[in-house]
């Protein structure tokens, strides 16, 4: 971002990588400052006049390098800052006072993400606990976004009883339970909106609806399946709990073939869009085919649909007859079997599906054209790899943007694999 402050544009990554880059020759330029004046003092060529003279402009320019570094705006510097991890962010609060001053810049501290891994053995794996602690001690009320790895509990637990203004919280791998998500919300039951915990297996329903009662802001939910029941889902619909926005599920199976998943009835779903009637139902799969019984035999809320291992065309049927409300739809693989009839009857009974994306599946060039055609200008976004198109009779690989994008209103190709 500095570049981009003296009036230069590049890319976000360019920005880290020049910002990184500079960091680091800064301080090797700090540490080795000493090193590099004893060696032109002790250079034959120091004694010549010229060269005098211009050692000593080099040493004039070098200098006035560090000075500027050092007198760069906090602004600038508080930008810098928010690109490093935090560990390079307490290197770098060692340079001068004035860094030092950044480093405990209350608005460095909203969002930050803590690591900490009890089987890491590198120093750059993982945060380390002391200073952990230290940024709680002195940040943890300023925190509002907050992304948390960890194998402790106990960890979590400080933080959320130090915080007093967590909006976003994200927790993946880490044990928490009902006790922490009890003093999580005793503490922020004002500010919080967004709560995401993936691998939980000992927080309860209870635990859920604890946070649904007391944090009145809460606006996006996001839970693992085998947490959501009927129960859950009437609770979290009458009228003293909270209008959800958003509400994520992630099915995932961790014992491929070993587990069973249970249903959830059309009344429960039914329940929750009639207290929240704006709520994007979000579902991640990450199943085996055969593991995919329980779901959309009847109808199902579900506005946004994502499935990372290979689905089966009965389910991608019964989506189309069971999923009214469905937005975007991207199935990342199939299998062998063209999904003709499957896409035409999403096309058909989906009224409100704006984003399609497909790979690794087979459709014939004919039918995808017929779902364009059935869907429209509503197609927002359309990705479709090339080699998920299979020609046919009517139409081949070169005729299909051209009827595509006819039908869209726009320009449209299919989505090529680079060639490295």
């Not at 002195?138 to 194998?151: D, E, N, P, R």
């Not at 993936?198 to 209870?206: E, G, I, K, L, W």
């Not at 649904?212 to 009228?239: F, H, K």
Request: aromatic share 10%; with cysteine; hydrophobic share 40%.
């Amino acid at each position: 971002m500095l570049l981009c402050a003296v009036g230069v544009q590049v890319s976000d990554g360019n920005v880290e990588n020049m910002i990184t880059k500079s960091f680091n020759v800064y301080r090797m330029k700090r540490n080795n400052l000493s090193l590099v004046n004893k060696i032109i003092q002790s250079s034959p060529a120091v004694k010549q006049p010229k060269v005098g003279f211009f050692s000593s402009l080099n040493y004039t320019h070098r200098h006035t390098v560090l000075l500027d570094w050092g007198s760069l705006p906090h602004y600038v510097v508080l930008r810098i800052f928010q690109y490093l991890p935090l560990i390079d962010r307490a290197r770098a609060s060692s340079v001068c006072r004035k860094w030092n001053e950044v480093f405990h810049i209350p608005d460095l501290w909203r969002k930050f993400e803590f690591e900490l891994n009890q089987s890491a053995t590198s120093y750059f794996k993982s945060t380390h606990p002391d200073l952990i602690q230290q940024i709680i001690k002195k940040h943890a009320t300023h925190l509002q976004y907050v992304s948390f790895k960890s194998h402790f509990v106990s960890a979590l637990t400080v933080v959320f009883v130090n915080s007093k203004s967590l909006s976003s919280i994200k927790i993946e791998d880490t044990p928490v339970d009902d006790p922490s998500l009890k003093i999580l919300v005793a503490n922020n039951s004002d500010t919080l909106r967004l709560l995401k915990m993936s691998s939980y297996p000992h927080v309860s329903s209870d635990g859920i609806l604890c946070v649904a009662d007391r944090c009145q802001g809460l606006r996006e939910l996001a839970l693992n399946y085998y947490i959501l029941s009927d129960e859950l889902l009437l609770a979290l619909s009458s009228e003293t709990h909270v209008n959800l926005e958003h509400l994520r599920i992630d099915v995932v199976s961790e014992n491929p073939g070993q587990i069973e998943f249970h249903s959830i009835k059309k009344q429960s779903w039914d329940a929750l869009i009639k207290h929240s009637p704006g709520v994007n139902v979000v579902m991640y799969f990450f199943l085996y085919e055969e593991e995919f019984e329980a779901f959309f035999k009847e109808e199902t809320p579900v506005t946004h649909l994502y499935f990372g291992r290979s689905v089966s065309k009965a389910i991608l049927g019964r989506i189309g007859l069971n999923c009214p409300r469905l937005i975007e739809l991207v199935v990342c693989t199939n299998g062998l079997q063209t999904l003709d009839t499957e896409l035409i009857c999403i096309a058909e009974h989906c009224k409100n599906l704006t984003a399609l994306g497909l790979s690794e599946c087979e459709v014939s060039c004919s039918a995808f054209i017929e779902f364009v055609r059935l869907c429209g200008k509503r197609l927002t976004q359309l990705s479709v790899m090339e080699d998920v198109l299979i020609p046919d009779d009517e139409y081949s690989l070169d005729k299909v943007h051209t009827e595509v994008s006819k039908h869209l209103g726009r320009m449209w190709f299919p989505d090529v694999l680079p060639v490295w």
